[in-house]
């Protein structure tokens, strides 16, 4: 059965994943990459480093998200969220970090997240640091699908 998913049923899903995919376009250029995120029923929330993607998006901030849980091919959830992309700072920069910190620091340690700057105490090689940009999309409108077996 193919069926649309509820506001709802869009929100858990949008909670409980950690990673989806960002679609931006420049020049009639799509570009679509996989990108870490954190909801908080607002907003999503990133980071990137300076690349193609943040050039991309300083130049066209409308973009789409999207997330999935497949759990075979007849059994899955999407969402896309279509909304406008905005570089954080200041207190807004600082309750992104906050929210995208506490939703995925378990999760990874890689080399661009830094668990140090938010009290967790350990030790990491700074001198190849990349500094994040922090973003959050502002959320325009969503849709989402399902098929169930």
């Known amino acids: 059965m193919l069926g649309e998913l509820n506001e709802i049923q869009m929100h858990n899903l949008l909670m409980s994943q950690a990673s989806?995919?960002?679609?931006?376009?420049?020049?009639?250029?799509?570009?679509?990459?996989p990108v870490t995120y954190a909801y908080d029923g607002k907003y999503i929330y990133g980071q990137l480093t300076e690349g193609k993607k943040l050039e991309m998006l300083r130049k066209n901030n409308k973009v789409c998200f999207e997330v999935d849980?497949?759990?075979?091919?007849?059994n899955w959830q999407g969402v896309i969220v279509y909304g406008t992309f905005e570089e954080l700072k200041g207190k807004d920069l600082k309750e992104a970090k906050d929210i995208f910190y506490s939703q995925n620091y378990p999760l990874s340690t890689g080399n661009k997240v830094h668990p140090h700057e938010h009290g967790v105490n350990v030790k990491l090689d700074d001198s190849n640091r990349v500094k994040p940009v922090m973003y959050r999309i502002k959320i325009k409108n969503k849709s989402g699908r399902f098929e169930k077996q």
């Open 20 to 33: 989806g995919r960002l679609g931006c376009s420049v020049d009639n250029q799509p570009y679509i990459v």
């Open 69 to 74: 849980m497949v759990m075979n091919m007849q």
